[in-house]
C-alpha cells in the first residue's frame, strides 16, 4: 500500500480517514475515528499526540477495552496464525514466533501470572524491545499496582501506534 501523507489524511472525509487508518490502534477503531475530529494535523506527531488524547480522555472502561484488545504475546492467536498483520510483524521482530519450547514455556506462564493479576493481557511496544528486555519488563510489571500497569499499558499502546503510524505515512 502506499504511503499516505498527513496533508492527503487532512483532506480525506472522515470515513477515509478511519479507513486510512484502520489497525493502527488494534481492534479499537474508535480512537483514529475520534482523532478525525481533531483535524487539521501539522504532521504525524501531531496526529499521535491527538490520538493519545482521544485514549487519555476515554473512560476506564474503554481504556480496559483498547487494553484488552491486544493478543498475548506468543498466545493462543500468535499459534493459531489469527494475528492482524501489524501483531504478527512485531511480535517476529522481537523473535517471538520462534521461541524454543522453554521459553514458549515461560511466555506462556507470565501471560497468565499477569492476566490473573491485572485481568488484561501485556502488552509492550515489542518493536523497541528484545526478548530478554520483554521478560525482564514482563516480570517488573508483575509487581506493578493496577493503576500505573493501566497507564503503563496505555503508553506502550500509543508507542505501538506511533510506529504502525511511521510505517503507513509518507516522512
Ligand atoms: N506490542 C506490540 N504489538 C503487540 C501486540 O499485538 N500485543 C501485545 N500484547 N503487545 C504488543
Known amino acids: 500500500m502506499d504511503r499516505l501523507s498527513v496533508t492527503t489524511l487532512n483532506q480525506l472525509d472522515a470515513a477515509g480517514f478511519a479507513a486510512a487508518l484502520e489497525g ?7 480512537v483514529v475515528q475520534a482523532a478525525a475530529g481533531r483535524r487539521p494535523f501539522a504532521d504525524r506527531a501531531a496526529l499521535l499526540a491527538a490520538c493519545a488524547a482521544v485514549v487519555g480522555a476515554a473512560d476506564r472502561g474503554q481504556q480496559l477495552a483498547l487494553i ?11 499459534l493459531a496464525g489469527t494475528l492482524t498483520r501489524e ?19 515461560r511466555f506462556h506462564a507470565l501471560n497468565q501470572a499477569y492476566r490473573e493479576r491485572f485481568a488484561f493481557p501485556f502488552v509492550i511496544c515489542v518493536r523497541r524491545q528484545t526478548k530478554q528486555s ?24 500509543v508507542a505501538i501506534a506511533d510506529i504502525r503510524l511511521a510505517e503507513r505515512i509518507a516522512p
Not at 501483531?87 to 514455556?105: I, T, V, W
Open 24 to 30: 493502527i490502534f488494534e481492534g479499537s477503531p474508535w
Open 68 to 78: 484488552r484488545a491486544h493478543p498475548d504475546l506468543a498466545g493462543r492467536a500468535a
Open 134 to 157: 520483554i521478560l525482564a519488563a514482563f516480570e517488573q510489571r508483575l509487581t506493578h499496582d493496577a493503576a500505573d500497569e493501566i497507564a503503563t499499558a496505555l503508553a506502550e499502546i
Open 87 to 105: 501483531s504478527a510483524g512485531e511480535q517476529a521482530s522481537a523473535g517471538l514466533d520462534r521461541l524454543d519450547p522453554a521459553e514458549f514455556a
